[in-house]
Nanobody, 125 residues
Framework: QVQLVESGGGLVQAGGSLRLSCAASQRTFSNYNMGWFRQAPGKEREFVAALGRSGVMIYYADSAKGRFTISRDNAKNTVNLQMNSLKPEDTAVYYC??????????????????WGQGTQVTVSS
C-alpha cells in the first residue's frame, strides 16, 4: 500500500503559476503509474494529467495541454504538476493518485488504487 501526500496548493491570481507536489511513501514508487485529478465544487472529479512508470508516457486533459506539466522523480518518490497561466476555472481540489495495475497511465479515476487527501488551488480573477 502507498500513502500519497500533496502539497503546493494555494491562492494565486489569474495568469500566475503553482507547482503541486505529491510525495509517496512506497519505496517501489517506480512501479506505479501516477495521475493528477481535480474536483471543483458541485462537479465530478476530472482527469488532469497522467504519467507512466518511467516518465515517458504522458497524457493531459485538453484543458491542461500547453499550460500544465507533469513530471516524476523516482529517486525521490515524488510526482509534480507545474501549472502555468492559471485561470479561475482551474480552481479545484487537486488530487494525486497511484495505479499499480494498468500497463499505461489511465485517464479514468476508477483505475487508480490510491489517492492523496487533496490540496486546494484557488485562482482569483
Amino acid at each position: 500500500q502507498v500513502q500519497l501526500v500533496e502539497s503546493g496548493g494555494g491562492l494565486v491570481q489569474a495568469g500566475g503559476s503553482l507547482r503541486l507536489s505529491c510525495a509517496a511513501s512506497q519505496r517501489t514508487f517506480s512501479n506505479y503509474n501516477m495521475g493528477w485529478f481535480r474536483q471543483a465544487p458541485g462537479k465530478e472529479r476530472e482527469f488532469v494529467a497522467a504519467l507512466g512508470r518511467s516518465g515517458v508516457m504522458i497524457y493531459y486533459a485538453d484543458s491542461a495541454k500547453g499550460r500544465f506539466t507533469i513530471s516524476r522523480d523516482n529517486a525521490k518518490n515524488t510526482v509534480n504538476l507545474q501549472m502555468n497561466s492559471l485561470k479561475p476555472e482551474d480552481t479545484a481540489v487537486y488530487y494525486c493518485a497511484a495505479d499499480s495495475n494498468a500497463a499505461w497511465p489511465e485517464r479514468r479515476a476508477r483505475e487508480y488504487d490510491y489517492w492523496g487527501q487533496g490540496t486546494q488551488v484557488t485562482v482569483s480573477s
